[in-house]
Every structure is written in structure tokens, then in C-alpha cells.
């Protein structure tokens, strides 16, 4: 009896021993792979961040070369380097305001600024341009347009701008991106669609009048739709991206600044 019990205890304190032995070892590959995922969490999280500081730099340097061009151009300055400090602080404001319509919106920043700088590159005013995307980024939220047929618009619309006249051409690329131009700007002309592609085939449609229009009906249409459709889930879901390469951005530019120092 003595024997068995001295055998037992061996036997129990052996297998409290291994028990204890491959928990300890269970409990050290969970801590290693928890810290395994944390530095590969922070590590994801810098190379997101300093992508988006780089992405925002050459989108900067894109911005200020429109503004300063734009400067230029409208006589306030004689050339591109005396308009460079102004120029820097229309990027600066125009870059806020693409961010904050990129939160509240269904599209991502990116989205956004590639059309403004398409509207600028064809020469068309920071204001307008800025009046154009507003109604345009609406459009696209109201009738579940891509953001490549929000580029299709503002192309058309530029070269609409480049010329005195309205071209048929334009207007096919209008309704091929999903906006049916050339009906509703003769209905706002109080014209038969027939009568208004008359109209423009004898050059009697000036595009300025024709960029109005088009303005006016998508704001009346289509005003705060980016806004709702910001609410949906696809919608959150962009702008929570937007918000996290902003804050990420903003965070580790301090660290950024002093490297390239």
C-alpha cells in the first residue's frame, strides 16, 4: 500500500509537472505570436502612412502647379515662380476641401481629385471647378455612377469649355457617361431635343451658356445627394478609409519632416 501510494504520488506530481510544462509553452508561443502580430500591425500601419504622406506630396506638387498656372494666367502674376507662395496656399485650401468632401462622401479622395485636377488641366477656374465637382460628386452618388464616369463628365465638360460652341461630340460623351446632356439642355432651353442638336450643328449653342445649365440642373437635381449616400454602408466604409489615411498621415508627418531634414 505504501509502495502504491509513493508510486502514485511520482506519477501525479510527473504529470502536474508535464501539464504545467506544456502550458508554459502554450502560454509563451501565444505571447510571441501576440507580440508577432502587434509589430506586424504597427508595421502595416507606418508603410500606410508614409505611402499616404508620399501620395499626398506628388498630389501637392500637382495642386500647386495648377494654382500657380491659374495665377498666371488670370494676370495676377507675371510667371510660375512669383505665383509659387500664393499658389501654395490655393493647393493647400483646395486639397482641405477635396478631403472633407471626400469623408462625407460615397468616394475616396483620390477619386475626387482626379476630377478637379482634369477640370483644372483644361483651364477652367478653381472656383468652377470646384462648383463642377461639388455637382458632379452628387450626381454620381445619386444614380450609382463610378468614379470613372465622373471622370468621363468632367472631360466632356472641359472640352466643352474649350470652345465657344457646344460640339455634338461632347454631348454623346456626356451620355455615354450616363448624363442625358443634350435632353436636358434643350428642355432648359425650352427646345425639342431635335431642335436644340439643330441648334448646336449651326453653332448656336455657346458653351459657356451650355456649362451654366448643366450646372444649375445638376445642383437642382441632385444637391447634398453625395452627403446622404455618405451615410450608407459602402459609403461609411470609404469614408472611414479617407479618415484613417488623413489621421495617419497627419500623425507621422512630424517624423517625415525631420528625416528629409
Known amino acids: 500500500t505504501k509502495l502504491f501510494f509513493v508510486i502514485s504520488g511520482s506519477f501525479a506530481t510527473g504529470l502536474g509537472i508535464g501539464i504545467a510544462q506544456s502550458l508554459f509553452r502554450a502560454g509563451g508561443n501565444a505571447i510571441l505570436n501576440t507580440i508577432e502580430n502587434v509589430k506586424n500591425a504597427i508595421s502595416g500601419l507606418v508603410s500606410e502612412a508614409f505611402t499616404s504622406i508620399s501620395e499626398t506630396e506628388n498630389i501637392m506638387v500637382s495642386l500647386n502647379s495648377l494654382m500657380a498656372s491659374e495665377l498666371v ?3 495676377q502674376f507675371e510667371n510660375v515662380a512669383d505665383a509659387e507662395e500664393e499658389a501654395a496656399k490655393n493647393a493647400k485650401e483646395m486639397f482641405g476641401w477635396v478631403t472633407k468632401l471626400a469623408i462625407v462622401s460615397p468616394f475616396e ?15 477652367i477656374s478653381s472656383e468652377n471647378v470646384k462648383a463642377l465637382t461639388q455637382s458632379t460628386v452628387d450626381w454620381a452618388a445619386a444614380s450609382g455612377k463610378s468614379a470613372a464616369e465622373m471622370d468621363s463628365v468632367m472631360r466632356a465638360i472641359g472640352q466643352i469649355s474649350g470652345g465657344a460652341v457646344v460640339a455634338k461630340e461632347d454631348l454623346n460623351q456626356l451620355r455615354d457617361a450616363g448624363l442625358p446632356a443634350a435632353a436636358i439642355l434643350a428642355k432648359m432651353r425650352g427646345q425639342s431635343q431635335g431642335q436644340f442638336l439643330q441648334d448646336v450643328t449651326d453653332g448656336a449653342v455657346k458653351s459657356t451658356d451650355a456649362i451654366t445649365m448643366l450646372t444649375q440642373y445638376l445642383n437642382g437635381q441632385f444637391n447634398g445627394a453625395a452627403a446622404k449616400a455618405g451615410g450608407t ?4 466604409t470609404s469614408s472611414l478609409r479617407d479618415i484613417k489615411s488623413e489621421r495617419l498621415g497627419q500623425l507621422f508627418q512630424p517624423i517625415t519632416d525631420t528625416l528629409v531634414k
Do not use: A, C, P
Open 73 to 75: 494666367m488670370s494676370g
Open 109 to 123: 479622395k483620390q477619386d475626387i481629385l482626379n476630377v478637379v485636377q482634369m477640370g483644372m488641366g483644361f483651364g
Open 233 to 236: 454602408l459602402s459609403g461609411l
